[in-house]
């Protein structure tokens, strides 16, 4: 039996182990000097900014908006198709969220929609580079200087990726990452501030280490709850666990991914788990995976160019679009096509597993209700969660890549035939 493909692919640093091993022993999983010597390594790698270490990547962004010490109630733009912990940050952080709508063919904030906007209360924006494709960053910061808005840059799935030759999170006033394990830096957890200005910096820093060191215990855990999920991922593994409840599901209609994710609710307060310090040990594994990361990079977009080249020949289907400026590092691979859902479960029972929504139509849920939307009904952000998304990533081998392509356009020319 050939093994199923998942739809996500950690990358995973063959010296994790290792690492958790030798700083267990040293009596270093919490404190030590791996924090620092990462976040001098990230800030060295984007070129410019101030990197700062946090619990998350979201907390980051919390950092980064209270120490820009907006006035309350100023309003900030998001786009309308994010991950809705972002927003829901902004709110507890005390600012009015607005959305704004995303270009479908690029599932990025589209500067037309976010000059619309804007209103007199607005004081920052946050182009979110989705699914690892640089926002139309020049657009979006002429706006923004026009209408001095500070601009925030979601990187959470984009590390690596670069506009007009500029790392991303290099170009706004601040810009933030996630090392959660599906992310292009995989930490099993915990995020980065990068900030130009110094002063601002420094406030991301007091707020980020006023916070409490974690328990060694929950830190095990994270790594422990990370090496499950790295080995239910592995093809031959995800074959005889996760897949066959995909794959009856798939017959059944039903839909499991929600049990996937974590539940939307208000974070007023601050969750636990947030309010901590960034550890040691994540920081030691975030440190030495730096040193792959080009080449991960580099692999996953050599699996995309072999997708574009099976799919992007068939009528009816679009693939990612890159402009010629941007970089596109494919957190997420997605494609539109007709009959979405059929075809989902058709790859489904064909051994590929697809999914079809990563993050939110954050206007549509009740946690913003009232919250404006510019336009009505972000039409954009609607058509863009019609996509569906091809399992491309590093860890997949050329194999299993070239086994992807031809099964996902033998489905798709089936059904555009
Ligand atoms: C678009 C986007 N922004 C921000 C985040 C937040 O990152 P973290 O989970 O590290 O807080 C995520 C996480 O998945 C995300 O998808």
Redesign the pocket.
């Known amino acids: 039996m050939l093994a199923a493909i998942s739809r996500y692919g950690a990358r995973v640093l063959p010296a994790t182990e290792d690492i958790v091993a030798r700083l267990k022993a040293g009596g270093e999983l919490i404190q030590g000097p791996h924090i620092a010597q990462f976040e001098d390594a990230f800030a060295r790698r984007a070129g410019s900014g101030h990197a700062v270490s946090a619990s ?4 980051a ?1 919390y950092y980064i908006l209270k120490a820009l010490d907006l006035p309350r109630g100023s309003e900030i733009i998001l786009p309308a198709l ?2 809705w ?2 927003p829901a940050l902004a709110q507890v952080a005390g600012l009015k969220v607005v959305f704004a709508d995303v270009d479908p063919s690029t599932f990025t904030l589209d500067p037309a929609s976010l000059e619309r906007a804007i209103t007199p209360a607005t004081r920052a924006v946050v182009p ?1 580079h ?1 699914y690892g494709l640089p926002c139309d960053m020049d657009a979006i910061m002429a706006i923004a200087r026009q209408h001095d808005l500070r601009v925030i840059e ?1 990187c ?2 984009a590390l690596g990726a670069t506009y007009k030759g500029r790392p991303v999170g290099t170009i706004g006033d601040a810009g933030f990452f ?3 394990t599906l ?1 292009p830096l995989n930490c099993y ?3 980065m501030a990068l900030v130009a200005d110094a002063a601002v910096a420094a406030r991301v820093r007091a707020l980020a280490e006023h916070e409490r060191w974690p328990d060694e215990k929950r830190v095990v855990n994270r790594l422990l709850v990370g090496r499950v999920q790295r080995i239910l991922i592995k093809p031959w593994v995800f074959s005889i666990s996760a897949f066959p409840i995909l794959w009856v599901s798939s017959l059944i209609g039903a839909n499991p991914d929600v049990y996937l994710w974590e539940e939307i609710r208000a974070l007023d307060p601050l969750p636990d788990v947030y309010t901590e310090r960034f550890p040691n040990v994540q920081a030691a594994i975030g440190l030495a995976a730096l040193d792959e990361l080009d080449e991960w990079t580099e692999r996953t977009r050599r699996h995309a160019r072999v997708m574009d080249q099976a799919l992007g020949d068939l009528p009816g289907i679009s693939v990612p679009q890159a402009p010629a400026d941007r970089t596109h590092v494919y957190y997420q691979y997605c494609v539109y096509g007709p009959q979405r859902d059929e075809l989902v479960v058709k790859c489904v029972r064909r051994g590929i597993d697809i999914e079809t929504l990563h ?1 939110d139509v954050c206007s549509d849920l009740d946690l913003f209700a009232g919250a404006a939307v510019e336009p009505a009904g972000a039409p954009g952000a609607h058509r863009a969660a019609q996509a569906m998304q091809i399992p491309v990533y590093s860890s997949l081998t050329d194999e299993q890549t070239a086994r992807v392509a031809r099964i996902v356009r033998g489905v798709l020319a089936q059904s555009t035939a």
Request: hydrophobic letters at 40%; a positive charge.
């Open positions: 998350y990547g979201r907390m962004f994010t991950f912990v972002v979110t989705l979601d959470a799935h996630s090392f959660q992310k957890g915990g995020g993050v």
